[in-house]
């Protein structure tokens, strides 16, 4: 048996950490540009800012129908886990309000019924849709392989006159109301960015 030397045993470790941390769980959802006239926009509240090891705390849905809002889903959500005062400041989601909130495992079937078949549509959709994703094959749930649509993608591309693409920098060029970090809030923000980049806003 040949001994390795140990620099051999370093770089070895080496391209296995780099094998561990690039064979990542493969994205299930596909970005698209296309112009969907049916949608649900989505949104959480989250503990903190890493999918998987953070946790939601707020779901916000809002279906729409040739544009036209048809239902909305508003739900907080128990993290099981203590919400930071950083994060009540930022979201005013209280340790206390999320007490007796149902656990994710219960509330992601109520999201998933609510999305169907439809495609999503939300701002810097990586964020969001690294957490729902993170909750694919956990207590037996699936989730879908949804088309998305990113506004901040897309707004880069219709709104050149704003110094950045952040929903508050948007909406607040665009003039809307907008009650930011709360879920259902940063839906119907999202929702309008959608429909002015397609030229449908009303």
Not at 56 to 83: C, S, W
Not at 134 to 149: C, F, N, Q, R, W
Request: charged share 25%; proline share 3%.
């Amino acid at each position: 048996m040949v001994k390795k030397t140990a620099s051999e045993i370093i770089t070895e470790k080496t391209r296995q950490n780099y094998w561990s941390r690039t064979q990542t769980k493969p994205k299930k959802y596909k970005m698209t540009t296309r112009k969907a006239k049916d949608y649900v926009v989505l949104d959480f509240e989250t503990t903190g800012f890493r999918a998987g090891s953070d946790q939601i705390i707020q779901i916000g849905a809002v279906k729409y129908f040739n544009h036209e809002r048809v239902d909305k889903l508003n739900m907080l959500v128990n993290p099981e886990r203590t919400i930071s005062s950083r994060i009540t400041q930022l979201t005013r989601i209280s340790n206390e309000m999320v007490e007796h909130a149902p656990t994710i495992d219960r509330a992601i079937h109520d999201l998933l019924d609510f999305i169907g078949d439809l495609p999503i549509v939300a701002h810097n959709a990586s964020f969001d849709m690294g957490f729902l994703y993170a909750l694919d094959g956990k207590d037996g749930v699936t989730i879908p392989e949804y088309s998305v649509i990113d506004t901040v993608k897309l707004a880069r591309k219709i709104i050149t006159e704003t110094p950045n693409h952040k929903l508050t920098t948007l909406t607040h060029y665009l003039q809307l109301e907008h009650d930011a970090h709360d879920a259902l809030g940063d839906c119907l923000a999202t929702g309008a960015i959608y429909q002015y980049c397609l030229g449908v806003w009303k």
